[in-house]
Nanobody, 115 residues
Framework: QVHLVQSGGGLVQPGGSLRLSCTAS????????TGWYRQAPGKQRELVAS???????NYLASVKGRFTVSRDNANNTVYLQMDNLKPEDTAVYYC?????????WGQGTQVTVSS
């Protein structure tokens, strides 16, 4: 059975940084594409960043150059490094894998950017 466990997040001032982690059991991140999504109050969940099996990455335009997704195969963990955070980045962030059409989500982590 696949479980994704997230850590990180919290409250940070504008311009600050946070790192989110997502650790998996029951699946190898190196075998599947992994996505980081976020959902702000009153808004739809959106894909923020993804890392493919061969390491290629994709980013939402509004976070490109500020967020970096990476993967540690030895520890089966995917990270989302978020720099130069803005108030509009405030949301609950989720990691996700979708192997063969089965959707698995982390528990969600609150990120709040506020002065």
């Amino acid at each position: 059975q696949v479980h994704l466990v997230q850590s990180g997040g919290g409250l940070v001032q504008p311009g600050g940084s946070l790192r989110l982690s997502c650790t998996a059991s029951g699946i190898r991140f190196s075998d599947v594409a992994t996505g980081w999504y976020r959902q702000a109050p009153g808004k739809q969940r959106e894909l923020v960043a993804s890392i493919l099996t061969r390491g290629g990455t994709n980013y939402l335009a509004s976070v490109k150059g500020r967020f970096t997704v990476s993967r540690d195969n030895a520890n089966n963990t995917v990270y989302l490094q978020m720099d130069n955070l803005k108030p509009e980045d405030t949301a609950v962030y989720y990691c996700n894998v979708d192997p063969a059409g089965d959707d698995y989500w982390g528990q969600g982590t609150q990120v709040t950017v506020s002065s």
